[in-house]
């Protein structure tokens, strides 16, 4: 986070559902920079993971990640 905030990419805020921490909040130039980064990371991901797993196996992956999702919303995280 140290080097993000350096770069002006974030900022930290006091997290207002728990006092004790903070969260990471993007810049604008953050969020410039994500968006620029995003079509290339997604590339990566596609040929990199989905590349290499068939549909069967890619059907697990989205069981394990519902799963995942719906325990997190049980317990109160938020998830998108």
Known sequence: ???TTKRGLAVREPD???GR????VLTAAGLETLRRATPG???????LFFG???HHELACVNIVFTRLRESLQRNGRKST
């Open 1 to 3: 986070m140290s080097s």
């Open 16 to 18: 207002p559902d728990d």
């Open 21 to 24: 921490g903070s969260r990471a």
């Open 41 to 47: 990371h997604a590339a990566s991901v596609r040929k």
């Open 52 to 54: 290499n797993i068939n």
